[in-house]
């Protein structure tokens, strides 16, 4: 059972470059999320997702854009790499919009 | 300001014993959810309590809700060093549609 899992684990950037993370998840969940997880910040949401083909911003989306094309996967994009997002992202899903998240193992992107 | 914070940001205890970790937040939420994270992994979910409940058992688990005090605690009891990991609470405010993380607790275990 994969539950939610993310690609790539791990990546370095130079600043400016371009690059997109993919979340999959095998559950059915309408609802997904990406968060950045920065030390002693806990998570914070940067976009989400209600159902396919649609995304909202959460609380830090500058710097980032979404896409929900089908159910099962959320693509999370950088256009313009910064060093200020270097950070552990992580990609969760849910049944339902207040109910418990799964996670994935996270991505460690590091902008130089 | 953050919905949910736990206190202590850090705590080291002796395998055998219990640890304790709160959660206080600021306004009217439909339910709490405890997570632990593992060093290098992603969250995974422990317990959910909702508004209207007091206390739930998980395992070793413990789980309280005090709505008046806004804050919830999190018991593990007999820890054993695999409990070594972060500890967060994710409150979820009524009328929102988001769930709101917290810094987290370290907690570690001595063998």
């Known amino acids: 059972n994969a539950g939610v899992t993310q690609t790539p684990k791990f990546r370095v950037l130079k600043t400016g470059q371009s690059m997109t993370l993919l979340c999959a998840q095998d559950?059915?969940?309408?609802?997904m999320y990406w968060y950045r997880q920065d030390p002693g910040m806990g998570l914070r949401l940067i976009h989400y997702?209600?159902?396919?083909?649609?995304?909202a911003k959460g609380e830090v989306p500058d710097g980032y854009n979404v896409s929900r094309l089908k159910k099962q996967n959320f693509l999370l994009g950088l256009e313009s790499a910064a060093p200020s997002q270097t950070s552990v992202y992580f990609c969760a899903s849910s049944y339902d919009r207040l109910g418990i998240q799964y996670f994935g193992a996270g991505t460690r992107l590091s902008v130089l | 300001s953050q919905q949910g914070e736990e206190d202590p940001q850090a705590l080291s205890i002796q395998e055998g014993e219990n640890a304790t970790m709160n959660c206080s937040y600021k306004t009217s939420i439909n339910n709490l959810q405890w997570y632990r994270q593992n060093s290098g992994r992603g969250l995974v979910h422990l317990i959910l309590i909702r508004s209207n409940e007091r206390e739930k058992h998980s395992g070793r688990l413990r789980v309280t809700l005090d709505t008046s005090k806004k804050s919830s605690s999190l018991l593990i009891t007999a820890s054993r060093a695999a409990d070594t990991a972060s500890y967060f609470c994710?409150?979820?405010?009524?009328?929102?549609?988001?769930?709101?993380f917290g810094p987290g607790t370290s907690l570690s275990v001595i063998p």
């Open positions: 559950m059915n969940h309408e609802y």
């Open positions: 997702s209600v159902g396919e083909g649609t995304t």
């Open positions: 994710a409150t979820v405010k009524t009328s929102y549609d988001k769930v709101i």
